[in-house]
């Protein structure tokens, strides 16, 4: 499985993007895909994810993030609005194989600034 992330950039307080994760190699639709995030000085965390039709969110995003799939185009998406200061990192998609306990296959990152 190869993960391709993408739609990072600059973009202002209370601003959206959406990034996308499109995989290649394998269809990700049994697969539960996760959105996490390394900002700078911090440790990656977990931030959103999706198993079937099944989603979960940290706290700091919940209500302002959405993470969808499209099958047809195996691809994971992140809608990211209201965005905020504190939400500046990397983001990377992952994707963990049925029954497997981690997440084994990792996309390279895209660079989300928040910034006015």
């Known amino acids: 499985v190869q993960l391709q992330a993408s739609g990072g950039g600059l973009v202002q307080p209370g601003g959206s993007l959406r990034l996308s994760c499109a995989a290649s190699?394998?269809?990700?639709?049994?697969?539960?895909v996760g959105w996490f995030r390394q900002a700078p000085g911090k440790e990656r965390e977990r931030i959103s994810c999706?198993?079937?039709?099944?989603?979960y969110y940290e706290d700091p995003v919940k209500g302002r993030f959405t993470i969808s799939r499209d099958d047809a185009k195996n691809t994971v998406y992140l809608q990211m609005n209201s965005l905020k200061p504190e939400d500046t990192a990397v983001y990377y998609c992952?994707?963990?194989?049925?029954?497997?306990?981690?997440?084994?296959?990792w996309g390279q990152g895209t660079l989300v600034t928040v910034s006015s």
């Open positions: 992952a994707a963990r194989a049925p029954g497997a306990a981690e997440y084994g296959f």
């Open positions: 190699g394998v269809g990700l639709d049994y697969y539960a």
């Open positions: 999706i198993t079937d039709d099944t989603t």
